[in-house]
């Protein structure tokens, strides 16, 4: 006999991330997974390698020297900082230690597929909130919002579509849900927001007893491959999140790396101005082709293409691709004229902004611009 999963696990539907190859081709351009180009931070890469010979050893269960330096770069409270197996993780555990069968996680529109996901995998149902412009909209979440709502994921700055919300907003979202209500605020692209009227919400944890910030190490600092996030959370939500994940969920490896990134500032800082440099330079280009760039808080561009034969985000993706570029299709997140691209080295930013302006000059340009979200 077959074991039987509990209701509702068949249901849902496995994570796919972006492309990392093309059949044929030796290299590609990867601009599908919102990387760092630069890499991690050196000082990252050699305490990685400093424990080649200490593979036998279990890592520090609490992560102290880990949290104590997030808490000391960041001016946080170390006993508020759980760290996890990136920020996938403690989402997980987030749905886990507060909905179940019969409750309801709410999201926007647009938002991570990681909270529905999660969400269906405890039992509970993801309600999904309608977004303005391509940005959460406060008053449908709170339109949504109930009594059965038991956390709400609010990606600030948003994956995919690269619009945020500012503290105003923000502030106004926590002060109209319900009491019961768990608000998680999804910082994984904090450091390269650098509008004036941005907010990660660090500040408010402190305020609030129930809204948590998510961070992860896999964006700015270049440390996806290690699997590493950390939540700054209200004592009584760090007491559940501790109880609930692995003994020893964060690897010594990872712990050490994200220390050492922690205090590399001119690496963060090298990347947020890389970033910042091409960010800007391709959506003005792509602008100019005559293509639909969203502006972006993140480091990534989300861009609107025609919805027809030869002229779709299907017939450039399949373009890029003939030039070895891989980009993120989007109809997962319910945008399947939407590609996300990464900004990449500037090599390979020149390289996908030179094919897509070659894809516009052969008559398939995309719809002219449009107003844009908010950035």
């Not at 700055?157 to 502030?171: D, Q």
């Not at 800007?280 to 025609?306: H, K």
Request: proline share 6%; hydrophobic share 45%.
């Amino acid at each position: 006999m077959t074991p039987t999963p509990r209701p509702g696990i068949l249901e849902v539907a496995p994570y796919v991330g972006g492309e990392a190859a093309i059949p044929g081709r030796n290299r590609v351009i990867r601009l599908a997974s919102n990387e760092n180009p630069l890499g991690p931070s050196p000082r990252a890469m050699a305490a990685y390698a400093s424990l080649e010979k200490e593979l036998h050893r279990y890592p520090d269960g609490g992560a102290r020297a880990l949290r104590e330096a997030i808490a000391g770069a960041e001016e946080l409270d170390p006993a508020r900082i759980v760290c996890g197996a990136g920020s996938d993780e403690l989402i997980a555990l987030l749905v886990r230690g507060y909905a179940g069968p019969g409750d309801e996680v709410l999201h926007s529109e647009h938002g991570f597929l990681m909270y529905s996901i999660s969400a269906k995998a405890a039992g509970a149902e993801p309600v999904a909130a309608a977004e303005r412009d391509l940005t959460a909209d406060v008053d449908a979440l709170l339109e949504r919002a109930g009594e059965k709502t038991r956390l709400v994921f609010l990606a600030n700055p948003n994956n995919p579509t690269g619009s945020y919300l500012t503290e105003a907003e923000l502030r106004s979202l926590r002060a109209g849900l319900p009491g019961e209500a768990l608000l998680v605020i999804d910082a994984a692209y904090a450091e390269y927001a650098t509008q004036d009227d941005y907010c990660s919400a660090m500040d408010l944890v402190a305020e609030f007893d129930d809204l948590v910030v998510i961070r992860t190490f896999s964006k700015i600092h270049g440390l996806a491959a290690l699997r590493l996030g950390w939540a700054y959370c209200p004592p009584a939500v760090a007491d559940v999140l501790n109880r609930l994940r692995g003994p020893f969920n964060v690897s010594q490896a990872a712990q050490a790396a994200g220390i050492a990134a922690v205090k590399d500032r001119q690496h963060v800082e090298r990347s947020r101005a890389h970033n910042a440099r091409w960010l800007a330079w391709t959506l003005e280009r792509l602008a100019a082709a005559g293509f639909d760039p969203r502006p972006s808080a993140g480091n990534f561009l989300l861009v609107r293409f025609a919805e027809e034969p030869g002229r779709s985000a299907e017939a450039a993706l399949a373009d890029l691709k003939k030039h070895g570029i891989l980009v993120r299709a989007l109809g997962g997140y319910g945008l399947p004229d939407c590609l996300r691209i990464t900004i990449g080295t500037e090599s390979d930013t020149r390289a996908v902004v030179g094919a897509l302006e070659d894809f516009a000059a052969r008559g398939v340009a995309a719809p002219a611009a449009g107003s844009g979200a908010r950035a």
